[in-house]
């Protein structure tokens, strides 16, 4: 019980600090697209975002040496402080240039950053209560997305983007202060260099670990269709306003704070994740494709649509994260980087694929074939070895 102690106080502070980034994050994760439209065309905006993840699969490449050298706790100061930089760029930069290399570094940093909370996270678990932790873990997040786009939509009332950027440089300080006090001493694992094609031919070989890959992707292609092209929709086409449209968001995000922690300690103690993987991609995929055909102007009837699609993804995301934690430990980061990787490499691919298809099809039919391949993962939740 006293060896658990300071495991247990540990994971508390590494859930304050995703809180308190995650929280940093989100005003602006609903905003970017928006705000970016300032200065490119809606078609140019997917090859934006496609850029910035495509520099942040770089970033998880050579990332290790700096851990190697300096330490997670370093390692992750100096990727908080670079994000502020690209913060004050972006509320205060009028050159169209400066605010989408601000845009692209601050992506990497942050898509970096979670990857640093997830290694002090998993050195601070053990593998019987990892969908409890995740779940934890998850639930701490998605009340800051809650709260994040609520704010935002507050602050843009009268378009003022700097506010919100503003917003996110001030609760980054007591990310600063927090990890100075509790995590100077972190006692760091054995980073090795990432093999990707090693790392590649492990997870082919490996039926489940293949499936949960490929479970991770889908539901990082919905996603970032989803962050892009929803606010997008909805104040252009819907007709809702910026703060309408963030609000409408948070409260659809509701279903993560609701589901995912009770969620994750059922996988751990009655049911395994395949279940709940099954369930959730097909709520997923309908409430999604539904998305097409709703023509209503109603806000409460777009917050119950848009809960539906989160009440799926919530069921997705704790039970893939649950699963593939469980298969790995904190000394694999080869793996966990991979996985991690998955996301800016999805979020290279879709924001392409779907300004591709904004030539042929118009945006609202972007939720019918997301939502269509949403469905596949119901086959990759089939395949899985459950864990009960």
């Given at each position: 019980?006293?060896?658990?102690?300071?495991?247990?106080?540990?994971?508390?502070?590494?859930?304050?600090?995703?809180?308190?980034?995650?929280?940093?994050?989100?005003?602006?994760?609903?905003?970017?697209?928006?705000?970016?439209?300032?200065?490119?065309?809606?078609?140019?905006?997917?090859?934006?975002?496609?850029?910035?993840?495509?520099?942040?699969?770089?970033?998880?490449?050579?990332?290790?040496?700096?851990?190697?050298?300096?330490?997670?706790?370093?390692?992750?100061?100096?990727?908080?402080?670079?994000?502020?930089?690209?913060?004050?760029?972006?509320?205060?930069?009028?050159?169209?240039?400066?605010?989408?290399?601000?845009f692209i570094i601050g992506h990497t940093m942050r898509n970096l950053a979670f990857f640093h909370l997830d290694i002090f996270l998993e050195e601070l678990s053990s593998d019987k209560d990892t969908g409890s932790i995740r779940g934890i873990y998850l639930t701490v997040m998605n009340i800051s997305f809650i709260i994040g786009p609520i704010i935002g939509g507050m602050l843009l009332t009268n378009g003022d983007y700097w506010k919100v950027f503003m917003l996110s440089i001030i609760l980054l300080a007591p990310v600063l202060y927090i990890m100075h006090l509790y995590l100077t001493n972190f006692r760091d694992p054995?980073?090795?260099?990432?093999?990707?094609?090693?790392?590649?031919?492990?997870?082919?070989?490996?039926?489940?670990?293949?499936?949960?890959?490929?479970?991770?992707?889908?539901?990082?292609?919905?996603?970032?269709?989803?962050?892009?092209?929803?606010p997008l929709y909805l104040i252009t086409h819907a007709g809702f306003s910026i703060s309408q449209t963030m609000l409408i968001i948070g409260l659809a995000l509701i279903a993560f704070v609701l589901l995912q922690g009770p969620l994750g300690y059922l996988a751990d103690k009655v049911t395994g994740e395949k279940e709940f993987l099954i369930a959730g991609f097909l709520i997923l995929g309908f409430a999604t494709a539904f998305l097409s055909f709703l023509d209503s102007r109603s806000f409460w009837i777009w917050v119950i649509a848009l809960f539906m699609t989160r009440v799926g993804a919530s069921m997705v995301e704790v039970m893939a994260?649950?699963?593939?934690?469980?298969?790995?430990?904190?000394?694999?980061?080869?793996?966990?980087?991979?996985?991690?990787?998955?996301?800016?490499?999805?979020?290279?691919?879709?924001?392409?694929?779907?300004?591709?298809?904004?030539?042929?099809?118009?945006?609202?039919?972007?939720?019918?074939?997301l939502g269509i391949i949403m469905l596949y993962g119901v086959k990759y939740s089939l395949a899985l070895k459950d864990t009960r």
């Open positions: 019980m006293q060896a658990a102690q300071p495991k247990l106080i540990g994971r508390n502070i590494v859930y304050l600090l995703t809180f308190l980034f995650t929280l940093h994050v989100t005003p602006a994760t609903y905003i970017e697209s928006s705000f970016l439209g300032q200065f490119v065309s809606t078609h140019v905006l997917g090859f934006i975002f496609s850029l910035a993840s495509v520099v942040s699969i770089f970033a998880f490449i050579y990332v290790r040496p700096a851990l190697r050298r300096f330490g997670n706790y370093k390692t992750f100061t100096f990727v908080i402080l670079v994000e502020l930089l690209t913060l004050l760029a972006m509320a205060f930069s009028t050159t169209g240039w400066m605010v989408l290399t601000a054995d980073y090795k260099d990432l093999k990707l094609t090693y790392t590649a031919k492990r997870v082919l070989r490996s039926t489940n670990l293949y499936s949960i890959f490929a479970i991770n992707s889908l539901l990082r292609l919905f996603y970032a269709w989803m962050t892009i092209y929803t994260e649950s699963y593939f934690f469980k298969k790995i430990d904190s000394e694999d980061l080869n793996v966990i980087g991979f996985f991690r990787m998955l996301r800016p490499f999805v979020y290279t691919l879709a924001p392409l694929l779907a300004s591709l298809l904004l030539f042929i099809v118009h945006i609202k039919y972007l939720f019918l074939l």
